[in-house]
């Protein structure tokens, strides 16, 4: 008797255990979503501005010097339709910087909007990967997954992404969107004489006919992040207009 | 009464009662011939001659129905007879070869004229019938004529011919008219056609014969093409208003008439420029009203360069008194746009050379919102457009001018296409002073078509290349390239733009120091050079003075330019080259240009054929690359000046045995403290797999810093588990220290990178792919609610079983 009563005085110091583990990463996962929204609220209010509107068209200005000057690694600034990405993006020297760490560059269990360390965003990037995590509340690329419903495919509005680079601004035209298990190939940034095969294959991958022509002579633009299971991927490919 | 008349009766003898009842009775039966007597009554006839004619012909009447005829006349001009009788009739009969003129003759029934003597039938067989009970008849002025013998035959089938020598006579009088010269080639006088057939003048312009030079079309027209306008009837040398231009004489072999014998009409056609407005036309006094007058029914009587004007329902004479009146139009009254431009491409420098090197072309017209694009469509223009020695080039084998001339509505909009050739620049274009608005694509102009005639006016300059700078660094430019047939050059001038690349990313600019520093070379500028085929946009100018104008990139050429640099800087003593970034396709390579280096002005100069960014690279003259290895296959490149002997050294001190530290004198102790603070410092580049001192000395052992300096590191078994490697400064003598990492790239078995100075290196390495992005969150707060749940169920046991 006395046995069980220890196991249950065990289990139950265990389950507390657990519960302040959990507790303590709830926290952190909440704290840092908020850490991000204000940064991300702070960058679009100080430094990317709306400087032409007209009925069909909002030109952005981005103040890059200034926001280099916070962050070295600001390569770009990402605005999908139809979803909550709204970010300045970044390129750390690998993959995983950012995966733990906000704009700022302190830790954030959210992380950050970053490019593929392969890029070099010097004009002449094929395909420009981007990557975010999944968000529960739909920050960073919480929202990516948004691209598999019919009624975002549906809306044309949706169909062009603006990314805006040193170089300038670039309207993107979505050609495929898809699920796949995790996977290098379509994050590839080196092609030789393949990148026409490339295109073909990703563009068989969508589940939408966006019917937009792909050739080798174009360049892309591609968003990655992962779905609820972490095992797949949710995959936006979008060509530079 | 009644009772009265008895009374004189009975008082009557019988007899003589009887008497009257039988007169009464032959009264009675003789009464028609009596009745003869009394209509038989007498009528009195006048006929006067006019001077001349009472030997041409004769009058005759006749009192039996036209059985029988007497002469009234007798060689007298004037006869006033009595005749009686019944059925009286008259006749006029011309004599041999003569013919009544009636435009003068006037026939009076007791003092009444009649109208329209002519058709009474005088001249008939059976002459006029005179109404009873006319006392007097006058046919005054009668007039005979000599008989036209090339007058159109009279009631003859449906067409009548005459063959003859005789002429007909045109009086012909214009008021006011205007001419242009023929030998301007202009269709500007006034002609005209007679029953289709064109008459032309001779010199004296009084003489007129059929023209026959032209080749005509079904209907008898003219056919317009090359040279062959019309010609014009007036005199078109004096270029001065013609007036009061009579007896013209129509003369032609065979003149054909065709007409409907029932109105045996003549058709005229007269011809006039858009620059003539007829105001008033009067054929053999008849006065035609309906003369076009308002633009749109000017416009439809416009046809096929000119004005027509057709009149129809002319009476066949042998002589036609045509009166016009014609003036110049107001401003307000043109309705037509006549333009015409010059272009000789072999040196013709005369009053009308406005586009002199450079070619016109139409490319459309809009009219009345219809947009005419093809030739055919323009020409059919409501017939109103000749595009006559279209001016292209090759048009022209010959030293005469060629020209162009246009005509639209006023009103349509033109758009023409104007290109100089090659090495000249459209200065100004436009009429009146004024410059025509240029449209997006090159060339393209649209103007509207103003009523009235007018030059284009083209200035076509000769301009040469033009070098624009925007860079602190070099202070002029000149550029000669190939303006060949399809060099991209063959109309226009080179434009080339230089800049400095402010803007360049760090990984471009890398890529030119590593192109360069493979030679030796240091990157002094960036530069962005870019070359356009510029043509000006007419007389338009920017704010600053120059001109507009449009810009065709042009990124490759067939044939190298020769391009000149003056630098701000002296560059002599150094050895310079330029790096090119040259784009094949998807591939992006670094060439090095040779360029010659001239003094005093600094001024480089090379060959290119393609053009994007650029860098001048230089280096002491007297520098040299060195490239130094050690055991291990490690090695070091860098530029020094000559004459050393250097020596290199790379220690990597992860993964240093126990022996090898014992060996090197390094405590254990230090050696962890050192790695740990290092991987400490490089934490957040990745996982330390190798920590280097590099050193090179030379032969005095004095070390080598400044570079930059290309090194070659041999991977550790422990680094091939990585796929992603950066090299890092880390400051062991200064609390570890890091600069920002560099990206190493595996060649083989090896990690190639560029550092700029040699010192303590970490090596790190990673392992990438897809990044997982996936949200823990979901797995905390599932533990978190379970965890909780357990516990409360756990509670709830015990304290249940603590109840009982």
């Known amino acids: ?241 | 009464m009644i009772k009265e008349v008895r009374k004189l009766i009975k008082k009557l003898p019988i007899k003589v009662l009887s008497l009257l009842v039988v007169s009464a009775m032959l009264v009675n039966y003789f009464m028609p011939v009596l009745n003869v007597f009394a209509t038989s009554s007498t009528t009195k006839l006048t006929v006067t001659f006019r001077s001349g004619s009472e030997s041409l012909g004769k009058v005759q009447y006749s009192l039996n129905d036209g059985s029988t005829w007497t002469d009234i006349t007798n060689n007298t001009n004037e006869l006033s007879i009595t005749v009686t009788g019944n059925n009286l009739k008259l006749k006029i009969v011309p004599g041999d070869k003569k013919e009544v003129d009636y435009a003068g003759i006037e026939l009076r029934f007791d003092d009444v004229s009649q109208n329209n003597v002519s058709s009474l039938g005088l001249e008939s067989a059976g002459g006029l019938s005179v109404p009873s009970n006319i006392e007097e008849v006058k046919l005054e002025n009668v007039e005979f004529k000599e008989k036209e013998e090339s007058s159109p035959g009279v009631g003859g089938g449906d067409t009548a011919t005459y063959q003859g020598n005789g002429a007909a006579t045109l009086n012909y009088t214009i008021n006011g008219a205007i001419e242009y010269g023929e030998g301007g080639g202009y269709d500007h006088g006034i002609g005209f056609y007679i029953n289709g057939i064109r008459y032309k003048a001779d010199e004296s312009k009084v003489t007129y014969t059929e023209d026959t030079a032209y080749e005509r079309d079904e209907h008898g027209q003219i056919i317009l093409g090359n040279n062959n306008q019309p010609i014009p009837i007036l005199d078109p040398n004096t270029l001065q208003p013609m007036t009061e231009k009579t007896g013209l004489t129509i003369t032609g072999d065979t003149i054909h008439y065709d007409y409907d014998t029932n109105t045996n009409k003549v058709n005229f056609v007269f011809t006039m420029a858009p620059g003539t407005l007829m105001t008033g036309l009067a054929i053999n006094n008849k006065q035609i009203t309906n003369l076009p007058k308002t633009s749109s029914e000017l416009q439809n009587a416009y046809n096929d360069h000119k004005l027509e004007i057709e009149v129809n329902d002319i009476d066949v004479a042998s002589t036609y008194d045509i009166v016009i009146n014609a003036r110049y139009p107001n401003s307000s009254e043109e309705f037509m746009g006549n333009f015409l431009w010059d272009y000789n491409p072999q040196g013709y420098t005369g009053p009308d050379d406005k586009i002199l090197h450079g070619t016109l072309e139409l490319v459309q017209a809009k009219y009345n919102n219809h947009v005419y694009k093809t030739a055919d469509e323009i020409n059919a223009l409501g017939g109103v457009y000749i595009w006559r020695d279209a001016p292209r080039k090759d048009n022209y084998t010959d030293d005469r001018e060629g020209c162009g001339e246009a005509q639209f509505p006023k009103g349509t909009i033109l758009t023409v296409k104007i290109v100089p050739d090659a090495g000249y620049q459209l200065i100004d274009f436009g009429i009146n002073g004024g410059v025509f608005e240029p449209q997006e694509e090159i060339g393209i102009y649209s103007f509207e078509v103003q009523g009235g005639p007018f030059h284009l006016q083209a200035t076509i300059e000769e301009v040469n290349d033009e070098v624009r700078l925007a860079s602190q660094d070099i202070i002029f430019g000149s550029i000669n390239v190939d303006k060949a047939a399809n060099s991209g050059f063959d109309i226009g001038t080179a434009k080339l733009e230089v800049s400095d690349n402010t803007n360049m990313s760090a990984a471009r600019t890398k890529n030119f120091e590593d192109a360069a520093y493979e030679e030796g070379y240091t990157i002094d500028n960036l530069l962005d050079i870019s070359l356009y085929n510029s043509v000006y946009k007419g007389g338009l100018k920017d704010s600053k003075g120059n001109y507009e104008s449009w810009d065709t990139p042009i990124n490759d050429l067939s044939e190298k330019a020769s391009i000149s640099l003056s630098l701000k800087d002296d560059l002599n003593g150094k050895d310079i080259v330029v790096v090119h970034e040259k784009h094949d396709g998807n591939k992006v390579t670094y060439e090095l240009i040779d360029v010659n280096y001239t003094l005093p002005a600094n001024c480089i100069s090379f060959e290119t054929d393609s053009f994007s960014s650029y860098a001048i690279a230089t280096k002491e003259g007297n520098t040299t690359k060195y490239t130094l290895d050690d055991t291990d296959g490690n090695t070091v490149s860098f530029v020094k000046e000559p004459g050393h002997t250097y020596s290199l050294e790379i220690t990597n001190y992860v993964g240093l045995t126990d022996e090898q530290l014992e060996a090197a004198s390094i405590p254990k102790d230090y050696y962890n403290q050192m790695l740990e603070a290092i991987t400490n410092a490089t934490k957040e580049a990745g996982t330390l797999v190798g920590f280097y001192q590099i050193e090179v000395t030379d032969e005095n052992s004095n070390p080598v810093h400044n570079g930059p300096f290309k090194i070659k590191i041999k991977m550790t078994d422990d680094m091939k588990k990585y796929n992603t490697f950066k090299i890092m400064f880390v400051d062991t003598d200064n609390n570890f220290v890091t600069e920002s990492p560099i990206l190493l790239t595996k060649e083989g078995d090896y990690l190639v990178g560029t550092i700029d100075h040699l010192s303590t290196y970490a090596v790190l390495g990673s392992i990438t792919g897809n990044p997982q992005t996936g949200d823990l969150i979901y797995i905390w707060i599932g533990s978190f609610a379970v965890a909780f749940i357990v516990l409360v169920l756990i509670i709830i046991s015990m304290s249940k079983k603590a109840k009982k």
């Open chain 1, 1 to 241: 008797m006395k046995t069980v009563k220890r196991l249950k005085i065990i289990l139950i110091i265990l389950l507390l255990l657990v519960m302040t583990l959990s507790g303590h990463k709830i926290i952190l996962y909440y704290k840092g979503n908020k850490e991000n929204e204000e940064i991300k609220n702070e960058i679009i209010e100080n430094y990317i501005e709306e400087v032409e509107t007209t009925e069909e068209e909002v030109k952005y200005e981005v103040d890059f010097e200034s926001l280099k000057k916070e962050n070295p690694d600001t390569v770009g600034y990402l605005k999908v339709n139809g979803t909550n990405i709204d970010y300045v993006v970044v390129k750390g020297s690998d993959n995983s910087f950012y995966l733990k760490h906000s704009f700022n560059r302190s830790y954030n269990i959210s992380g950050w909007i970053f490019a593929d360390f392969h890029n070099q965003f010097n004009g002449y990037d094929k395909n420009i990967v981007i990557f975010g995590h999944n968000t529960l509340d739909g920050s960073m690329f919480g929202s990516l997954k948004n691209v598999l419903t019919k009624e975002w495919q549906e809306n044309t509005e949706n169909h062009k992404v603006l990314f805006i680079t040193e170089d300038g601004e670039s309207i993107y035209e979505v050609f495929s969107v898809y699920t796949v298990l995790s996977e290098d190939y379509y994050i590839k940034t080196q092609f030789n004489d393949d990148f026409d095969k490339f295109v073909e294959i990703i563009k068989k991958r969508s589940i939408y006919d966006f019917k937009v022509d792909v050739d080798e002579n174009d360049k892309i633009l591609t968003l990655s992040t992962c779905t609820s299971d972490r095992i797949h991927r949710v995959v936006l490919h979008a060509k530079k207009l």
